[in-house]
Nanobody, 128 residues
Framework: QVQLVESGGGLVQAGGSLRLSCASS????????MGWFRQAPGKEREFVAA????????????SVKGRFTISRDNGETTGETTVYLQMDSLKPEDTALYYC?????????????????WGQGTQVTVSS
């Protein structure tokens, strides 16, 4: 069974930091582009960040550029890829359910419809 499992969310004060993790299992995502999306109540799911299969290229939404950093560990010995999202200088508007996603392609894309696998999400709440 293919799974993406997010962890690391929580409640933090504005200006604080969190590090999200996304652990994969059930198949290798070593050659997959992976991304983070988020969805706030009453809003559509939006792109946050993405990383190419080998980590050689990353992209960020303008709203998080300079504050968030996406990275990955392709687990060359285990075959299980883990993706991270380091979130610094958090703002109340970053409050959302954060999802990890993976593509059946090594190339980065920015829309949710172009991702094939999804986790269940981890809640991030930033208080003012």
């Amino acid at each position: 069974q293919v799974q993406l499992v997010e962890s690391g969310g929580g409640l933090v004060q504005a200006g604080g930091s969190l590090r999200l993790s996304c652990a994969s299992s059930g198949r290798t995502f070593m050659y997959s582009a992976m991304g983070w999306f988020r969805q706030a109540p009453g809003k559509e799911r939006e792109f946050v960040a993405a990383i190419r299969w080998n980590g050689g290229s990353t992209n960020y939404a303008d709203s998080v550029k300079g504050r968030f950093t996406i990275s990955r560990d392709n687990g060359e010995t285990t075959g299980e890829t883990t993706v991270y999202l380091q979130m610094d200088s958090l703002k109340p508007e970053d409050t959302a359910l954060y999802y990890c996603a993976a593509r059946n392609s090594p190339v980065i894309r920015f829309t949710a419809a172009e991702y094939n696998y999804w986790g269940q999400g981890t809640q991030v709440t930033v208080s003012s």
